[in-house]
């Protein structure tokens, strides 16, 4: 046994030896007291037999006084080694005869009346004797007694045997109890050990496995979930070995996934083409998920499938519908899909943003949900579809799908392509399954959704509400702790992947420096230098809490007017979604709050809100994120919000200060910046005065913190971590499919 398990087993059995001592310690001098009582009453017992054996002859003799023959009789008597000595007397009390061994002290024995047996034991120097006197008889009148006088040095030699065997049972008992406890206890945990072991080794990959022990299961949850825990945090340490760069995910894709095919496709093109008076011109739209899969694809090459919504984009494709991008410098293709009026407005702007946008973000605004946009969905989700399996070289290409607009591509995709790898990604947040259940066709979406390899949300809170979703409303088999659900034979990795932004290199940007964009931008508003500038970037959109913003800023001012004419905010808001009515009235919402706030605190040329509702390139951007002192990002619901990320990644000053809604995803990463509720408005209100007010240190020591986050966080890792668990489950695939069709052959042979 090694070291370990006498170790083990000693702490074991020592307790228990004790256990057993204080109890045979207790119980012995019990067993004493209860043998002495059962010897004296032998006693007893023998004295009256022997008293009525010696009473005839004794009688005679003492009748016929024959005292020669009386000390025959009682010497003979005494021959009995436990018969120490005998005595006769009379019934005056008068001792007559006695056997020289007879202690005089004990005279004519009084019988102690109705005393204990006990009692009959005396003490003499000779040792313990017991004595027992019986009246003796002659026509039914007593003449005299018989006193008999035991030796009682055999109970306590037999007393200390019984103790003797006493104590050493109970020691032998202590020493088998122990082994046997201690080789169940053995042979137990090594079965545990076996179990925990094979639930070990047995990878997440294979959940449908049961443990070998059923005594294990109700740990085994847990015991999964904490290594899915371990797994996600040592992946996590993994990545931060390296710093991830465009150049790490093109060694990934070449080594992981052997230079596999890879396809993106989201409703979104990464470049606009619009025609222009001046010519074609190329537009970036403001999209979260375009900024994020662009840095990607640049890397990676491939294939992005997109709409082609620009007014120029048909003039500038090829016969395939392809276009090489980016435009200056081209690495991977576009591939466009047109769709009619009629298809954008059910699928885009009816179904996905009239219904699935209000749907997924708690913004307290109405999904809609017609029937035809319905239709429109299904189609357009099937022509993308029909695209993809058209672009694939292969029969097993990783695609990307992207967001929202495509949840019925991945099945669509799988059933044409079994062998593909499916990622699917969703940028916005997944609500409870109350919220979800009221879309008249949720099965259809979950069904749809379940067709992915892996599928990616921002944070765990989203995953989790998604596998409670598809628990809700679907047959499946659902591994929460492994993050798995099997449907229909095929099993869904769903995960959590926080997106970020590509950390941009030094000097890169050739904007300037920051202390010059500081007043040049000053400048260019009309400002002060030593102004203070707040901004906000966002898609114009009821989701980002640009309203509650707003407020904040006028209540900041009514309650430290001091700032009245030292503070401006700037707000970018890039059109979003316009032709919809819900945006229309927000956008006049907007304009029309803007306009009160400013009359009731302009002051000549002061105005403290300026609204610039166009898009702006990045560069611009940048400038703004630069110079501002806070940047205010107060979404009512986001998935993530990338514009957070790209205030810190642009002060490389390490000075401004981030206000950041609780309610986006990037409130999960970013601890540093100063989290508000943006329904709070007077919480609102004093995060901005106090972002206004803080001190150079505290602003370089959130800022610092944050930068290296997002700096080691950024969107390659994001990508990264994806395309990694791709691979593992690819390779996994690769092996089963070889196993089986191993199998197959040898059992051919075999028949
Ligand atoms: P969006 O809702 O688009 O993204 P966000 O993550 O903030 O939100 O990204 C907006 C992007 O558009 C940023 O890159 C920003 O620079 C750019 N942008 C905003 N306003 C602009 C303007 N006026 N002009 C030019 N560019 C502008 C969705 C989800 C988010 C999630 C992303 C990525 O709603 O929660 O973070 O996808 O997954």
Redesign the pocket.
């Known amino acids: 046994m090694k070291l370990r398990s006498v170790r083990l087993s000693l702490r074991f059995v020592l307790p228990l030896a004790l256990v057993l001592g204080v109890f045979a310690y207790a119980v012995v001098p019990m067993m004493d007291n209860l043998t002495l009582r059962w010897f004296v009453r032998d006693l007893d017992i023998r004295s009256r037999f022997l008293a009525g054996a010696l009473e005839e002859p004794l009688l005679d003799y003492v009748q016929q006084k024959e005292r020669r023959k009386i000390n025959q009789l009682f010497d003979r008597a005494i021959q009995d080694e436990r018969l120490y000595a005998l005595a006769f007397c009379d019934t005056a009390g008068k001792l007559l005869y006695k056997t020289k061994t007879y202690p005089d002290a004990l005279g004519c024995w009084h019988t102690p009346q109705k005393k204990g047996e006990a009692e009959s034991l005396v003490s003499m120097p000779q040792g313990s004797l017991h004595v027992a006197a019986s009246p003796m008889l002659q026509d039914g009148k007593e003449v005299g007694k018989l006193i008999l006088v035991h030796d009682v040095s055999f109970i306590e030699k037999r007393s200390a045997d019984t103790k003797k065997y006493v104590i050493s049972l109970f020691a032998l008992l202590a020493v088998v109890i122990s082994f046997i406890t201690v080789f169940i206890a053995h042979a137990s945990l090594r079965g545990w050990v076996q179990s925990l072991r094979d639930v070990l080794r047995g990878d997440i990959l294979q959940p449908l496995q049961a443990p070998a022990l059923p005594e294990i299961q109700p740990v085994i949850g847990d015991l999964r979930s904490l290594l899915r825990d371990l797994n996600v945090e040592r992946r996590g340490r993994d990545d931060m070995s390296s710093t991830w760069t465009p150049d790490t995910l093109r060694s990934l894709l070449r080594n992981e996934l052997a230079g596999d095919e890879v396809l993106v496709v989201s409703n979104r093109e990464p470049y606009i083409h619009e025609a222009t008076p001046n010519g074609i011109e190329v537009r970036?739209?403001?999209?979260?998920?375009?900024?994020?899969v662009e840095a990607v694809m640049r890397a990676c090459s491939g294939t992005w499938i997109a709409h082609g919504s620009g007014s120029g984009d048909r003039q500038t494709v090829d016969r395939q519908n392809r276009v090489q991008v980016p435009p200056s410098n081209p690495s991977y293709t576009l591939r466009r899909v047109w769709l009619s009026k009629d298809e954008e407005q059910g699928y885009y702007y009816g179904f996905s943003n009239e219904g699935l946008w209000p749907l997924c973000?708690i913004a307290h605004v109405r999904p809609v949900f017609r029937s035809s946009d319905w239709d429109r969905y299904v189609a357009v989700n099937r022509r993308f579809a029909d695209a993809v399996i058209a672009e694939a070289r292969t029969d097993d290409p990783v695609i990307l799908v992207q967001?929202y607009h495509f949840a019925l591509l991945p099945r669509m995709v799988r059933e044409a392509l079994p062998r593909a790898t499916i990622i699917t990604?969703w940028?916005?947040?997944w609500p409870n399954p109350e919220s979800f259940g009221i879309c008249p066709w949720r099965e259809e979406l979950l069904e749809g959704l379940l067709g992915s390899t892996i599928l990616g949300f921002?944070t765990p809170f989203h995953r989790k509400n998604f596998i409670e979703t598809v628990d809700r409303y679907l047959e499946t088999r659902i591994e929460g702790e492994a993050s798995t659900i099997s449907y229909g034979g095929k099993l869904t990795q769903v995960e959590h992947y926080p997106?970020s932004?590509a950390w941009p290199e030094a000097n890169a940007s050739g904007i300037g420096s920051t202390a010059t964009l500081h007043a040049d931008v000053r400048h260019e508003l009309g400002l002060g230098e030593g102004h203070l500038l707040g901004v906000g970037?966002?898609?114009m959109?009821y989701?980002?809490g640009i309203i509650e913003r707003l407020q904040a800023v006028e209540r900041m001012l009514e309650l430290h007017p001091k700032m009245i004419g030292r503070f401006t905010f700037v707000q970018?808001?890039?059109p979003?979604r316009s032709s919809l009515d819900e945006y229309q009235n927000f956008e006049a919402r907007v304009r029309g709050l803007v306009q009160r706030i400013n009359q009731r605190f302009s002051n000549g040329n002061y105005q403290p809100i300026l609204l610039?509702a166009?898009?702006?390139?990045?560069d611009?951007?940048q400038r703004y994120y630069r110079a501002a002192d806070v940047c205010v990002?107060s979404?009512l619901h986001?998935?993530?919000?990338?514009?957070?990320k790209?205030f810190v990644a642009a002060r490389d000053d390490e000075r401004g200060v981030l206000i950041l809604s609780q309610f986006?995803?990037?409130a999960r990463e970013l601890h540093e910046a100063l989290i508000v509720n943006p329904y709070h408005i007077e919480q609102g209100a004093d995060a901005l005065y106090r972002a206004l007010t803080m001190p150079a240190d505290e602003q370089r020591e959130r800022m610092r913190s944050m930068r290296s986050l997002v700096k080691d966080f950024n969107v390659y890792r994001w990508a990264g971590r994806m395309l990694l668990d791709a691979a593992r489950l690819r390779q996994r695939e690769r092996v089963m499919t070889k196993i089986r069709s191993h199998s197959r052959a040898s059992l051919r042979r075999v028949v």
């Open positions: 970036r739209p403001a999209s979260g998920l375009v900024t994020a973000h967001d990604f940028h916005i947040p921002h997106i932004i970037v966002d898609r959109d989701t980002k970018i808001a890039a979003s610039k166009e898009h702006h390139d990045q611009q951007l990002v979404s986001d998935g993530m919000n990338l514009v957070a790209e986006t995803g990037a």
